[in-house]
């Protein structure tokens, strides 16, 4: 141990480290400035950038002595005051801030370089950027916000007028609906001050780390935690048969127990943890702790576990058959076989998908305390009612007796929207020890813990007529899910069900089979369980529409559904924008005079898409509404509005706002939200399936309503002095409008802290509440309740791709998106979900994958997992399309999932306009790229 | 206490550096940057006690022009490399392959000398110690066997510095110091080829200069393979370099466990790339596979000599 000298935002420290300890563990741990994030632990992510004597250095890969007496700042430093530095500033009004987790480093490394390079332009600032990962925004608002800064500093220098300021600070008092903002917490994220889960700081809390398994399939014969719990600082260490209860997000497939007990189905699960009273100490531990295994034959393939096992081990002995098939997923409308025989023209391709991640750039973390009250957690969670009830259930505690906060959190994709293992495992080890417990995932758990996009292996035929009427489909399809259950029913059917819109189609089947295998499980993604489908959809139409040379602009156009109807497997189709979306982007990326019509090497393609706005149905089936919200007002005016919705960085906690402000007719900043916290606020089943903003938004608007007429109901009692009459026709008059409550004739004309003065007399603060529930919707048939939403949402990209025909190189270089989701509550907030999407549709189809060599994962870590980088992100081109769905609140519908789908197959479709090869399996390598351009062209010279 | 005492070091002098590495001869690390260093610690592939923190010796962080050099001291940082008109003028490549390392926040910390003393790399050596128990521990960390070819007794992680091939290629030298010792090696000669023990340098050896000869002004093409625009490590480096006579030196990193070196005239093209594809030994452990690899070794090579020979 070492003292070392340092100032930290200008003011001097004098900190006891260690001489192997970190610059970041110092700023975190012993300073307590946690604005310093860590994502990757290794350099890669850029979360952890500090400045050190004024150069940017990455805190977690950089021991602390080498900096005696240095001069530090953190983005807590970069401005005084409770004040923004204008950087920071640029960074809220831009909505360059989602989840806020990169912001930080972001911020700090943009800052450097603007100072350093004054004159930066766009493409140096896409170069700055390059080692700092935000899997939110794509990158495109933050160099916005970088751009527009430093030409602010450059006008400012030379003393030129600066550029027309926009002004967002005001609090617009009417019309909140529609009006692009930065999220509420946008301030408090870029200044680092918002506390995400591995932020809290609790005294005398207890470091857990695992022992995981070294095999994919084995049998534990013996846990020896004997020296290991001799160390001293080690205070207790769990192993699985300590904890028999499963779970799992599904009634259907309760598989999974916090640590593998008899056997372990994939290298990496949890078969020991160990709690002590720091992490290096709890890992130090770990090493000591002794298992032996028998391995049993492992299953890593989809084939293998299609296949009949012989007297090999299944993985689960609950499966039916003797393999290792998990579920079986068919639904037929038509028959499929006469129609392909029927069809003029038939195009059936092979796909192959591989498996990747979410990417999330906080890591999952959690900490668990036992008092008097129960069990209180708090956990980077998508969905606090299902750990909720999780904890209830393997801790054998009522569910009065759980507490789940969510903290603010960075990002989720679907990656925490299961209950997961360590959660369990820290429950359980603070009740045990009787302290607060907190467990922080290193990248590579994170990588092991998955719940990722399904591995798929999929034969499609679509057919259609020469005129291009699409007639028939059938896919048939095998998802890998690795160990464990998740989501996987859903993913099974889901992979199927969502390929019957957004064309009309009344002759379609599907079957999948999802099968369980020794590696990590598989879950819901962005885009949950149509991704590749989709995929293999678009790029079967562009095949037909090549082949009966009609433009698949047009092919697609002749094929849409229309707004009001039913699909073939009677999904309520209500508001429609695909027309309107592919009309868009066709027109914005001048496809006419693009596609087909490139030098050899450079191509456009197109694509569309189709989503759900929220599940219909709830995963745990009960009579809930999906989500209710309650109002609070008091004498002093401010709605709080309190939900168990989740806001994973997507804008959610703003939506409330916003829609709680516009139909009260008050400004934002009379409104407060606090969200999902189970004891506090009314249950909401969380943020998964894109439902939120129309479920939990509808509840927001459903509460306000009725907030608004019991204000109105009081006002005018109070002036009509309860003249039952008079008071009917008051009350209809009464307008909510500019933080007032008035009539037309004025004879009410209140501020709206007047109206509240009167709604509270005698009586005190007011609660309403609001809820949502699910029309009835679908069919009577088996399978009919997967994919029913109350809305849908429709969208289209264009890509336009360069493709080096020496290397095999693809480089995007636009992509031109639209996506129809209904009414942009928030435009800043939906043109961010999108560019996220897309983004991270891009990451899929050029360069993510998770690659497994014998069941383990090879590439767990951000450097070798290859998220693209802000060079490695072409243009983003964003549009909105609105459609005002009935159903929606103030039109709105889901944007968060379903602009993913279209952006992944007009990739490849440029690549088949670029160089006429057809790409089946994703990502798209450079390999495979040559490969098939040379069996191109000795096909082509054999028919010469 | 749990772990053995650890020791970190910031000597100001070469000589107090070699000093504290005698004294901590059982083990310790220099760091530079330590970019490379740290994160290897962190997966329990450097257990070292002691780090010896070198970047506190300015002496090592200056260019210096003499009549027949241009002189790096080894702590120049790669960011820094441009800021120097000399080398912006006549060693364009150069900056051009420090540009392409890592990403730019690494390049503010990260250090030439760090660079070109790099640890090689292999998807089975570059990960956790709970990866490498489970994958069965690889030669390079205490195992019988080479995973990546599936059993050979050799080492074959991949040499991955970005900077020394152009080095080479244009003839650059060191200066290492050696306890009392100082000597001058060409570059190419610290690399043993064996992935184990991929550098020849003594354990105490400090580099001091990256020495640029004049003389010959080559022209000098770089090129990397890597999957993405920034961050990635090379899977494919080349740097094919010509002097006015016309004399070739076309170098690779990232194919065999040291970099390949080749010489020949500009009209022996085809015979050159041939004998570059040959030496290379290029295994399984990388994103790309090993044939194609090998097919763009030549597309590289083909690339350069086009661009040093436009036709």
Not at chain 1, 119 to 124: A, F, I, K, P
Not at chain 1, 483 to 493: D, I, L, M, P, R
Not at chain 2, 263 to 282: T, V
Request: proline share 4%; glycine share 8%; with cysteine.
């Amino acid at each position: 141990m070492q003292v070392l000298k340092l100032t930290v935002n200008g003011k001097s420290h004098e900190v006891i480290v260690s001489e192997h300890e970190m610059l970041s563990n110092v700023i975190r741990e012993k300073i307590g400035l946690t604005g310093t994030k860590i994502g990757c632990a290794q350099g890669s992510c850029g979360a952890c950038t500090v400045l050190v004597n004024n150069e940017p250095v990455l805190s977690c890969i950089t021991p602390a002595l080498r900096f005696e007496n240095a001069m530090i700042t953190t983005v807590e430093g970069l401005a005084e005051n409770g004040e923004l530095h204008k950087l920071q500033e640029k960074f809220v009004e831009k909505g360059a801030i989602q989840c806020g987790f990169c912001t930080p480093g972001m911020v700090i490394t943009a800052l450097d370089h603007v100072n350093k390079h004054p004159n930066t332009s766009v493409h140096d600032i896409k170069e700055a950027l390059s080692g700092n990962v935000c899997r939110c925004t794509g990158y495109k608002k933050i160099i916005e916000a970088v751009a527009e800064y430093s030409k602010e500093v450059q006008s400012l220098k030379s003393k030129v007028k600066s550029p027309e300021k926009t002004n967002n600070k005001q609090q617009t008092t009417n019309g909140t609906v529609g009006v692009g903002r930065p999220y509420i917490e946008a301030t408090k994220k870029v200044q680092g001050i918002a506390d995400y889960a591995d932020d809290y700081r609790f005294k005398g809390a207890l470091h857990v780390k695992f022992v995981r398994s070294i095999y994919p399939h084995a049998k534990i014969l013996d846990i020896d935690t004997s020296d290991a719990l001799k160390l001293q600082g080690v205070r207790y260490i769990a192993t699985g048969k300590e904890l028999p209860i499963t779970f799992g997000v599904l009634p259907l497939s309760q598989d999974e127990t916090a640590m593998a007990i008899d056997k372990t189905r994939y290298a990496g699960e949890i078969v020991a943890a160990v709690a002590a009273d720091t992490e290096e100490l709890a890992a130090h531990a770990c090493k000591h702790i002794k298992v032996k295994y028998k391995p049993l034959k492992e299953f890593l393939s989809i084939d293998a576990s299609l296949n009949d096992i012989g007297t090999a081990e299944k993985i689960h002995d609950t499966t039916k058959f003797n393999n290792n098939i998990h579920k079986k997923a068919e639904l037929r409308f038509g028959d499929q076989q006469q129609g392909l025989k029927d069809a003029e023209i038939v195009s059936k391709m092979d796909f192959e998908m591989i498996g990747i991640n979410h990417g999330f750039t906080e890591p999952h973390a959690s900490c668990a305390v036992w008092d008097e009250n129960g069990l209180t957690m708090i956990s980077a969670t998508q969905v606090t009612h299902y750990l909720h009830r999780a904890l209830a259930k393997t801790m054998e505690v009522p569910l009065s007796r759980v507490r789940v906060i969510k903290p603010y959190l960075g990002g989720g994709f679907g990656g925490k929207s299961d209950p997961f293992a360590h959660e369990i495992i820290v429950a359980y080890l603070a009740r045990k020890t009787g302290k607060p417990v907190k467990v922080c995932l290193t990248r590579e758990e994170v990588f092991l813990n998955n719940h990722g996009r399904h591995p798929s292996k999929m034969t499609i035929h679509l057919g259609a007529n020469k005129d291009g009427t699409l007639k028939v489909l059938d896919a048939d399809i095998a998802i890998d899910g690795g160990a464990y259950g998740s989501f996987g029913v859903v993913t099974s059917y889901y992979n199927g069900v969502l390929l019957q819109a957004p064309y009309k189609l009344n002759n379609f089947g599907f079957r999948t089979y999802r099968v369980y295998t020794n590696k990590p499980q598989c879950g819901a993604m962005r885009g949950h369980g149509a991704v590749n489908s989709r995929f293999a959809v678009e790029s079967l139409i562009d095949d037909i529409s090549h082949r009966i040379k009609m433009d698949p602009v047009e092919l697609r156009m002749k094929n849409f559904l229309d707004s009001n109807t039913l699909t073939v497997g009677q999904y309520r189709i209500t508001s429609n924008g695909s027309r309107e979306s592919l009309q868009k982007v066709a027109d914005q990326s001048d496809w006419k005079n693009k596609h087909g019509k490139m030098p050899t090497g450079h191509g456009y393609g197109v694509a569309c898409g189709f989503f759900i706005s929220g599940s219909a149905l709830p995963i745990i089936w009960n009579e809930l509404p999906q989500s209710v919200v309650h109002l609070k007002v008091d004498f002093d005016g401010r709605v709080l509005i309190a939900s168990g919705a989740n806001d994973i960085g997507q804008g959610s906690d703003t939506m409330l706002a916003i829609i709680v402000a516009e139909v009260l007719g008050i400004s934002m900043d009379k409104t407060f939200v606090i969200a999902a916290d189970t004891l506090i606020t009314p249950v909401d089943f969380g943020s998964y399936s894109s439902r939120v903003t129309f479920m939990a938004g509808n509840a927001a608007k459903d509460a306000a309503e009725n907030l608004r007429k019991e204000i109105a109901d009081a006002v005018a009692l109070r002036i009509t002095n309860g003249d039952e009459l008079r008071m009917k026709d008051l009350i209809e008059e009464i307008n909510f409008s500019n933080n007032k409550v008035f009539s037309n004739d004025k004879t009410i004309n209140l501020t709206w802290d007047e109206a509240i003065e009167i709604l509270v007399a005698k009586r005190g603060a007011v609660n309403v509440s609001g809820k949502y529930i699910s029309p009835k919707l679908g069919g009577d048939f088996k399978g009919a309740g997967a994919g029913l939403s109350p809305s849908y949402s429709f969208g289209a990209c264009v890509a336009e791709v360069k493709v080096d025909t020496e290397t095999g190189h693809v480089k995007i270089l636009n992509v031109w998106g639209a996506h129809d989701c209904g009414k942009a509550l928030n435009p800043l907030a939906v043109e961010g979900q999108l560019e996220g999407s897309w983004h991270m549709g891009i990451g899929q189809a050029i360069s993510e994958e998770m690659v497994y060599y014998n069941g383990l994962l090879v590439n767990n870590n951000f450097l070798d997992y290859k998220i693209p980088t802000s060079l490695d992100t072409p243009d983003i081109h964003t549009h909105i399309i609105e459609t005002m769905d009935p159903e929606g609140p103030f039109g709105a519908k889901e944007t968060g999932e379903g602009a993913i789908h279209p952006v992944l197959p007009a990739i490849a479709n440029a690549v088949y306009d670029a160089v006429g090869i057809r790409i089946t399996k994703l990502p798209i390598k450079a390999e495979e790229v040559l490969r098939l351009l040379k069996e191109k062209k000795s096909k082509k010279e054999v028919a010469i | 206490m749990i772990v053995a005492e650890k020791v970190y070091l910031k000597p100001i002098t070469v000589d107090e550096a070699i000093r504290f590495a005698k004294k901590y001869a059982g083990s310790f690390r220099y760091i530079a940057g330590g970019t490379d260093v740290i994160v290897n610690k962190f997966q329990g592939n450097d257990a070292s006690d002691c780090l010896i923190d070198i970047t506190g010796i300015e002496e090592l962080k200056k260019v210096i022009k003499d009549k027949k050099h241009i002189k790096i001291g080894s702590l120049v940082r790669l960011d820094d490399l441009k800021t120097h008109p000399e080398i912006r003028k006549l060693f364009p490549a150069l900056l051009e392959a420090a540009h392409s390392v890592a990403s730019p926040m690494l390049r503010k910390t990260a250090t030439l000398g760090g660079n070109i003393l790099c640890e090689n790399r292999c998807m089975f050596y570059n990960q956790s110690e709970w990866w490498r128990e489970a994958v069965g521990y690889c030669l390079k960390c205490d195992g019988e066997i080479c995973i990546a070819t599936g059993g050979k007794k050799n080492c074959f992680s991949k040499f991955v510095s970005d900077t020394a091939p152009v080095l080479i290629a244009l003839n650059a030298s060191l200066e290492i110091a050696d306890g009392e010792k100082e000597y001058i090696l060409p570059l190419e000669e610290i690399y043993s080829g064996d992935g184990m023990k991929p550098r020849l340098l003594g354990n105490s050896a400090i580099i001091k200069f990256i020495n640029l000869p004049l003389a010959e002004e080559p022209s000098c093409v770089f090129k990397k393979l890597r999957p993405r625009e920034a961050v990635d490590f090379t899977s494919l480096t080349t740097a094919v370099s010509k002097s006015i006579k016309g004399k070739i030196r076309i170098v690779l990193g990232g194919v065999d466990p040291k970099p390949i070196l080749i010489e020949g005239m500009a009209n022996e093209k085809d015979e050159l790339i041939k004998q570059a594809i040959k030496k290379s030994r290029i295994v399984d452990n990388d994103t790309y596979s090993r044939p194609y690899r090998k097919e763009m070794i030549s597309v590289f090579l083909e690339q350069s000599f086009e661009k040093l020979n436009p036709s």
